[in-house]
Structure formats: structure tokens, C-alpha cells
């Protein structure tokens, strides 16, 4: 099935250091979601994009909605040990229907 | 937010014989609830679409009578892989959502259900 791309793929950050993610595409998108996803747990939704250049914040956590509709990216700022996980991003077009990116997994030294 | 669940949340079984799991939304009437598949490191991979009362629909490449569905109740969707061999050792996970279109902060993931086909 199709699948949107995510770099890196995973990475070692110290404690208080900012992460950057991104998510590419082939194909625009409507709609740009991020989610976290835990060891052994289903994902959880961190942020919700709807408009192309829509720059939106959930505490620490930023995203954008690319302009061209086929990325996304995502910020985390001054990282903590509990933003280890794995982070999806997932786009939307025309359906009900997700696809979820490969994923970036995190793990933040103290 | 609301909660969904997933029975059970780890299974061990023999290759063919079949293994159900269950999805239930504990404080609100998923009209729709979907299944995806997880492989180790990889992403999630929606399976099939159920609405209450209706034939689930499958992606392309996911057999119907291999992974049947049952979404008998606005509560209750059940996946049942019949036949089970180890190539359908997965993480399994439902969402479950108040209607088919309706936006994703009001579709939640359950925790998942390991499978482990022996």
C-alpha cells in the first residue's frame, strides 16, 4: 500500500535539544496528522493540519502543512525523556482514509 | 479523550486455528471502527473499514475470508483471523470513530493486540 516517506528514520537526541521530523509525499494531501505511538500502544494524535502553509502548536510541538501540500514537518522543542516513541505522520485526500508515514523513532538521552 | 479497547492485548496461538479480537469503545458510539496491521518497525497499514451494522470494506491484497469483521454493535467491532499461520504474526490496532467522515480528533486508536502465530 502506499506510504508517505519520514526522515530521519530514528535519532538520539540529548535532553533540552530540539528535534526536527518531516514527511514527504508523492501525492497532495487535505489533511496532515501527526501521532506518537508508544511501545506496545496504538497511536495517539498530537496535531491535526488542515490548510497548506497552517503552522500550528501543541505545547512543545509544532507542525506545518507544507505549501505545496506534500510535506509536513514537525518540531519538538527542548526535548524531554518522555518524548521517546515513535512518531507518525499520516495524510489525508478526498477519503476517509489515512496513510500513515514509516515513522521517525526517538529516544532522548538524559 | 475517549477510550477504546482492544481484547485480548497479547495472543499466542497454533497455525491454523483462529484467533478473535476485540475492539470496544467504552464511553461513545463508534459508528465506524477500522483495523489496521502493524509489522515490526514498519507502519500501520489499514486493513478494512466497518460500519455498524454493515459488511466491512477491505483494502486491495487483504482477504475478506481470511480476516472476517463483525461490527455488530455501536460499541463492538470484532476481527477474527481464521486459519492463522506465522505470517500473520502482527500488531494489530482498531481506531474507532463517531462516523466515516468524520474528522481524526475524534478518531482514537486502541492499544492493540499482539499476535504471535506459532
Known amino acids: 500500500g502506499q506510504q508517505l516517506n519520514q526522515s530521519p528514520q530514528s535519532m538520539f537526541i540529548q535532553e533540552g535539544e530540539d528535534v526536527s521530523m518531516n514527511c514527504t509525499s508523492s501525492s497532495i494531501f487535505n489533511t496532515w496528522l501527526w501521532y506518537k505511538q508508544e511501545p506496545g500502544e496504538g497511536p495517539v494524535l498530537l496535531i491535526a493540519?488542515?490548510?497548506?502553509?497552517e503552522l500550528t502548536s501543541n505545547g512543545r510541538l509544532t507542525a506545518q502543512f507544507g505549501i505545496t501540500r506534500k510535506d509536513s514537518f514537525l518540531n519538538i522543542s527542548a526535548s524531554i525523556p518522555s518524548d521517546v516513541g515513535i512518531y507518525f505522520c499520516?495524510?489525508?485526500?478526498?477519503?476517509?482514509?489515512?496513510?500513515f508515514g514509516t515513522g521517525t523513532r526517538l529516544k532522548v538521552l538524559a | 479523550g475517549a477510550v477504546v479497547s482492544q481484547h485480548p492485548s497479547r495472543v499466542i496461538c497454533k497455525s491454523g486455528t483462529s484467533v478473535k479480537i476485540e475492539c470496544r469503545s467504552l464511553d461513545f458510539q463508534a459508528t465506524t471502527m477500522f483495523w489496521y496491521r502493524q509489522f515490526p518497525k514498519q507502519s500501520l497499514m489499514l486493513m478494512a473499514t466497518?460500519?455498524?451494522?454493515?459488511?466491512?470494506?477491505?483494502e486491495q491484497g487483504v482477504e475478506k475470508d481470511k480476516f472476517l469483521i463483525n461490527h455488530a454493535s455501536l460499541t463492538l467491532s470484532t476481527l477474527t483471523v481464521t486459519s492463522a499461520h506465522p505470517e500473520d504474526s502482527s500488531f494489530y490496532i482498531c481506531?474507532?470513530?463517531?462516523?466515516?467522515?468524520?474528522?481524526?480528533?475524534?478518531?482514537?486508536f486502541g492499544p492493540g493486540t499482539r499476535l504471535l502465530v506459532l
Open positions: 466497518s460500519n455498524e451494522g454493515s459488511k466491512a470494506t477491505y
Open positions: 481506531s474507532a470513530s463517531i462516523g466515516l467522515l468524520a474528522g481524526p480528533e475524534t478518531q482514537y
Open positions: 493540519l488542515y490548510k497548506a502553509g
Open positions: 499520516a495524510g489525508q485526500s478526498g477519503t476517509y482514509k489515512y496513510i
